[in-house]
């Protein structure tokens, strides 16, 4: 008899990963605040190839409103300033020869409202990639019961199981997501 754990197992497995993923995307939303994150999609081209500009650059945030890049090496500092204009991170780098400084716009109302449209764009994806992972498991567990040999009881506790475990990623989701429309509303 197989036991019905492993796919309730499974299936929170899959949600937890969901979680993990939408907490990625919404570090990347800037809010307003100045966050290192919004610039892990710059690639800086470094003797041929694109890299991530966490490998030729150290980011730091030394106020609220400013990101300041300082290139390891001087030389490829025009390729860093080349690399932000080019991504969509929507703001103009400030170059002294040393350093590269980011100043971070406030928000206008219509870029907020954008923002928020596209968190909950991510929420939403988040939650069908939840709702995906309790359907393969509750498909499997009633699978189960013609080719297992699983008893119906123990399936259907377990597909509560699987419906609560369901439930709780859905409740994280639109707390991360009400936390995010709130970071980015707030003025």
């Known amino acids: 008899m197989v036991d019905t754990k492993q796919y309730v197992k499974a299936a929170e497995e899959k949600m937890t990963f969901a979680i993990s993923y939408l907490d990625e995307q919404l570090a990347h939303i800037r809010a307003g605040k100045a966050n290192p994150k919004i610039l892990d ?3 800086v081209v470094y003797y041929g190839s694109p890299v991530p500009l966490a490998n030729v ?5 030394p106020d609220a409103k400013t990101i300041l ?5 001087k030389n490829i500092i025009r390729d860093i300033e080349k690399a932000i204009m080019d991504s969509e991170v929507g703001i103009t780098p400030e170059n002294n020869g040393e350093m590269i400084r980011l100043g971070i716009p406030p928000l206008t109302e219509e870029r907020r409202r954008q923002l ?4 909950k764009q991510e929420a939403e994806t988040a939650k069908v990639s939840i ?3 309790r359907r393969d498991a ?3 567990l ?6 297992d040999n699983v008893p119906e009881d123990v399936e259907k506790d377990a597909e509560a199981e699987v419906q609560k475990i369901h439930d709780k990623y859905i409740k ?3 707390d991360l997501y009400a936390a995010k429309e709130k970071e980015i509303m707030t003025v």
């Open 41 to 43: 999609g710059v690639r």
């Open 57 to 61: 650059a150290t980011v730091t945030v």
């Open 69 to 73: 890049i300082t290139p390891w090496e």
């Open 116 to 119: 928020a449209k596209q968190s």
């Open 131 to 133: 709702r995906n992972a």
């Open 138 to 140: 509750i498909e499997a």
């Open 142 to 147: 009633k699978k189960s019961i013609k080719t």
């Open 172 to 174: 994280k989701v639109d």
